[in-house]
């Protein structure tokens, strides 16, 4: 990457100081807010991941907040950000994880027959804090906060927040134990 320095309609990070092994789509529409710490790395790529997917997407629609720690990563992943979606220090995301903070449409289904469903979406922030690990596969919705030092079980569908130092697996995802401190 040939920029020294990326800040504009609201973007915010040091291209020294991120990796990007492949290509990814990088999507940020304007009046979006968006931050990557330092040391952030991104792997997409069919011969780099260990993943089937082409690349990864981050995506932050309209005013939607992305907020990125330092020495985080994700493999061959998309995070699509309609409010906001929050990740911490130290975060591991597994390949092929998808992570949103939107239902995309409306659940009432008048509304998706008179077409009204994209403007009645619902939105709720994502957060996942420091030194998570999320496992290949694994979906995160919206309303989730993944606890510190927590751990999501590979092929996961996170629909409930998640306490600090557990963890938990399957779909919905449920308690396994407690990680190990």
Request: proline content about 3%; charged content about 20%; hydrophobic content about 35%.
């Amino acid at each position: 990457m040939c920029i020294q320095y990326c800040r504009t309609k609201g973007v915010c990070f040091v291209p020294k100081h991120t990796r990007f092994d492949g290509r990814a789509v990088l999507k940020f529409h304007s009046g979006s807010n968006v931050k990557i710490g330092p040391y952030f790395r991104c792997v997409s790529s069919k011969q780099i991941g260990m993943e089937n997917s082409v690349c990864s997407k981050i995506v932050v629609h309209g005013d939607g907040s992305l907020c990125i720690g330092h020495h985080t990563g994700m493999t061959n992943s998309t995070i699509n950000c309609h409010e906001s979606v929050t990740i911490g220090n130290y975060v591991n995301i597994g390949a092929g994880c998808v992570i949103a903070d939107s239902d995309f449409h409306s659940l009432d289904w008048r509304d998706r027959m008179d077409g009204t469903d994209i403007t009645k979406k619902r939105n709720a922030p994502v957060v996942i804090k420091d030194l998570a690990f999320i496992g290949m596969h694994s979906i995160i919705l919206k309303g989730v906060t993944i606890g510190e030092k927590s751990i999501i079980g590979a092929g996961s569908v996170v629909s409930r927040s998640v306490p600090d130092g557990e963890i938990w697996a399957g779909n919905p995802a449920r308690f396994v134990k407690k990680a190990i401190e």
